[in-house]
């Protein structure tokens, strides 16, 4: 089973405690992704467009090669995985920068996001002689992060977050503001 980095990220930070949630969409993909085409989502969609495309701007004036929507795994199990895509990765001969668009307001999730993403990237190969950098970035806000910045015990709750979602046992629910976005059948959803 895949489970998104974006899904860990909320529930390891609170935002969304939701587990039932993240367990019935990792086993409903068809049916639990449900496009929000409210006012509110498309504004947010139109502000994360316009973050993204000014950072490429910025990227390819100062030389290197980027990526847009680089996938980002980190193998738990022989079937199962942690998966994301980073918005960019901008790579030169000593340093990746990773870059984290959001086009909403600054959130912990948000910034246990990219710091997973640093995470998972310091376990490639392929970057070990680098220095990585992560940059959460919104509209009129920009945080940068080092991998000295990843929290202690990252892994154990990734492990800990990920047991509980692949089990065939169904984990808590809760109530929360994002239950527009589930198409989860429970006492919470309305219908």
């Not at 993403?117 to 080092?146: A, M, Q």
């Amino acid at each position: 089973m895949n489970i998104s980095i974006s899904q860990i990220s909320k529930l390891i930070s609170g935002d969304d405690p939701c587990l039932f949630k993240y367990w019935y969409a990792i086993r409903h993909k068809a049916e639990a992704k449900k496009e929000d085409l409210s006012a509110d989502l498309v504004q947010w969609r139109i502000r994360h467009n316009q973050v993204v495309s000014n950072i490429i701007g910025n990227v390819q004036k100062s030389g290197g090669e980027f990526k847009r929507e680089k996938w980002v795994v980190l193998k738990l199990s022989e079937n199962d995985a942690l998966v994301g895509k980073a918005d960019i990765i901008h790579e030169n001969d000593k340093s990746i920068q990773l870059y984290e668009c959001k086009g909403g307001q600054p959130s912990s999730s948000d910034a246990i996001q990219l710091l997973i993403y640093l995470y998972v990237l310091t376990k490639d190969e392929s970057y070990k002689n680098k220095e990585l950098k992560g940059i959460l970035g919104y509209k009129d806000y920009k945080k940068e992060y080092s991998v000295s910045d990843i929290p202690e015990g990252i892994q154990e709750l990734i492990n800990e977050y990920s047991k509980i979602l692949i089990s065939d046992s169904e984990p808590r629910k809760y109530e929360g503001s994002s239950c527009r976005f589930c198409n989860a059948k429970c006492e919470f959803k309305e219908e």
